[in-house]
């Protein structure tokens, strides 16, 4: 009896395991890979597919935490400005020090953690505006890499990093360490921001932060936390950068990137008002951006104009979400 | 001992500079203008910064300041506004221009007025999806973003367009001998008469003398509100966005100019140039929220991130000053962002 009527305060309770737009977006993605199989049969091969898949896993990790940080209402754009300085950081490490896998991750995380500790500072207790302090630090992590890449680039590169890499050693039973690595990141995020109290927490804050304070949650915390994890995140998908590249990184690393995750969290339908959005779509939602970039150049065609159907797709994905908005507010 | 008057000029001194942000530049931009004279008076510059080095330097203000202010009209009509897109759409509005001007020889004023219409054109379709369909301003402008700049480096495949009329266009960007009193100040660039002032002055007539800046101003204040006191909120939200378009139309034509080539990639390369409009618009006392901002906050904005910049670039070697450019940017607009913070709780926010 009991049992009962709490399976079913729960389910009143927490939203639905899978929102429309993740079905939509599964379908989506379906049918542009039977189209790209049709038209290239290439496209559906191991070779074609693992580089997909390793492309996505950056994007599509710090999307996990860029979720999070716009559930709570706000934004960081300086997330291309924090992954040039993980991985200039990190490549210098293992070409001047030599350090293994290990070091080099912690090494670049611990940077990441430091960038979005400062974020976090400056916007939790600074309490101002997300975007303005993420474009003012964005700035400001530029000229730090800059600063650490010296002139030019950083050659030599050695292969510590395979791990995470497109090669043989990349992979276990044919599937890319790195979108594994992302796997499990975006399904312990889901099930954390899903069913603990912190996790719901973030919603509350993006919500409405002033209820969310009266009803005890430490807003000022969470907020801190969440650009905190957005640097740790960054850290740890730098090292993907790097692995993803030949041995040399060159100065424009980074740079567009945080439009590009901004892009994947807003396809994945997550609200840029705060208080709504789901990790999952997020990860479909590069999983789409990719494949439309990687299908683009497989068809021969000119691979900037996969930026026009990104665009397009934004349109698509945020106008059938408002549309929905609209429905439920009517019934 | 201070007596209590003394004590309370001091603190109506801080609380000018806090609350008034044109005060706060201007002092700001003596600041910075004296500590790079004394610079180069103990020779510690790599070149003399002196006033004429500060008002050819002026060349850079012209398209800074007229984004800044496309992006001051998009921020003020409120509920989260802003444009993304601007870099986007000087790309692909001065694409347009190259072909109009330097492939098929239409006359210059017929020109710039094509690339001025089509900017706006674009600014519209942002606007539509912002105000009729309801889309949040990052996101639309962010999807067209994308858009405008891959039609951008489409259009011409890749190739930019420097035929004889755009490379003739580079005496634009010369400077000029002011008529009357002009032996006696430096030479001032072209562009600023022929472009950022009309520019500047209309937007100051929009946004001050007329009904539809009212409008604007009361959208971006409360939306809510204005609905109700019967003001056509969608319609005034639309036009920001297309007169952002329009004033992004003839920055393409000024940046074709300067490069005397019409780049496909002219507003996205690099940092692009909706970011440093944001912070020159936000460094300029508007107010993210909306509702709040002036003209004379840009321009003062402007000059001081320009003259700022022209004396970092003097002192240091090589590409180290285009390094710490980036670093004053986002110190100033962080120290900015901060400082209202600061006035917002102790004085309730600024008036400017």
């Known amino acids: ?331 | 001992m201070t007596t209590v008057a003394e004590k309370r000029e001091k603190t109506d001194f801080v609380k000018i500079l806090l609350t008034q942000r044109i005060a706060l530049l201007a002092v700001l931009i003596v600041v910075v203008v004296v500590t790079f004279f004394i610079n180069d008076a103990g020779g510690y510059l790599t070149a003399p910064y002196d006033f004429d080095y500060m008002s050819a330097s002026l060349i850079s203000a012209v398209p800074l300041a007229m984004l800044g202010l496309a992006e001051m009209l998009v921020i003020l009509s409120g509920r989260g506004g802003i444009d993304l897109s601007v870099g986007a759409m000087v790309s692909l509005a001065g694409m347009v221009f190259g072909f109009a001007y330097g492939e098929w020889g239409w006359p210059l004023w017929l020109a710039i007025l094509a690339t001025a219409g089509f900017g706006a054109l674009l600014g519209a379709v942002n606007g539509f999806l912002v105000s009729y369909i309801g889309f949040p301003a990052l996101i639309a402008t962010l999807a067209t973003f994308y858009a405008y700049k891959s039609l951008a480096i489409v259009i011409n495949n890749q190739q930019p367009i420097s035929t004889k009329p755009i490379q003739e266009l580079f005496s634009l960007s010369r400077s000029v001998e002011l008529p009357l009193f002009g032996e006696y100040v430096p030479n001032v660039p072209l562009g600023i008469f022929t472009f950022l002032l009309p520019t500047a002055v209309a937007v100051w007539l929009l946004l001050a003398r007329t009904a539809y800046g009212r409008r604007l101003y009361a959208i971006g204040t409360n939306d809510v509100a204005a609905r109700w006191a019967g003001l056509p909120v969608r319609d005034t939200r639309f036009k920001a966005y297309v007169y952002a378009g329009l004033i992004s139309g003839l920055v393409a034509v000024v940046t074709v100019g300067q490069f005397a080539s019409a780049r496909p990639d002219a507003g996205v390369s690099g940092n692009g140039m909706a970011l440093p409009a944001i912070t020159i618009a936000v460094l300029g006392g508007v107010a993210i929220t909306g509702g709040i901002g002036r003209v004379s906050g840009v321009v003062l904005a402007t000059l001081l991130i320009v003259w700022l910049n022209a004396g970092i670039l003097l002192a240091f070697v090589g590409n180290e000053g285009s390094q710490y450019q980036l670093l004053a940017l986002g110190a100033v607009l962080v120290f900015a962002a901060l400082l209202n913070g600061l006035t917002n709780r102790r004085y309730g926010g600024t008036t400017s």
Request: net charge positive; proline share 2%; charged share 10%.
């Open chain 1, 1 to 331: 009896m009991t049992a009962v009527t709490e399976a079913k305060i729960r389910r009143r309770v927490l939203p639905s395991p899978i929102t429309g737009q993740e079905i939509v977006l599964v379908g989506v993605i379906v049918l542009l890979w039977a189209a790209l199989a049709v038209s290239t049969p290439a496209f559906l091969t191991a070779g074609s597919i693992q580089p997909l898949l390793v492309a996505t896993a950056p994007v599509a990790l710090v999307g996990v935490a860029m979720t999070i940080v716009i559930i709570t209402g706000g934004i960081d754009v300086s997330v291309g400005g924090a992954i040039m300085v993980c991985s200039v950081l990190t490549a210098k490490a293992l070409v001047g020090a030599e350090v293994n896998l290990g070091v080099a991750v912690l090494l670049s995380i611990a940077a990441g953690g430091v960038l979005g500790l400062v974020n976090g500072v400056l916007i939790a207790y600074g309490r101002v505006h997300a975007i303005i302090i993420t474009f003012g630090t964005a700035n400001l992590f530029m000229f730090l890499g800059l600063r650490i890449f010296g002139s030019g680039t950083v050659n030599g590169i050695p292969g510590t990093l395979a791990f995470f890499g497109r090669g043989p050693d990349g992979r276990t039973l044919g599937i890319p360490h790195a979108f594994l690595i992302t796997l499990v990141i975006t399904a312990v995020a889901w099930w954390y921001l899903r069913h603990t109290a912190g996790g719901r927490h973030f919603f509350a804050i993006g919500g409405d932060a002033q209820a969310a304070r009266l009803a005890g949650v430490r807003v000022q915390r969470r907020i801190l936390l969440a650009y905190v994890l957005t640097g740790v995140l960054v850290g740890l998908a730098s090292c993907f950068v790097i692995a993803q590249g030949t041995s040399t990184l060159d100065q424009s690393v980074g740079s567009g990137k945080e439009l590009a995750v901004i892009a994947a969290v807003v396809i994945g339908g997550t609200s840029i008002m705060g208080g709504r959005g789901s990790v999952l779509g997020t990860l479909l939602g590069a999983l789409l951006v990719q494949s439309v970039v990687s299908g683009v150049t497989q068809l021969g065609w000119r691979s900037q104009l996969s930026d026009l159907f990104v665009g397009i797709f934004i349109i698509v994905a945020v106008g059938a979400d408002l549309l929905r908005a609209r429905a439920r507010r009517a019934r």
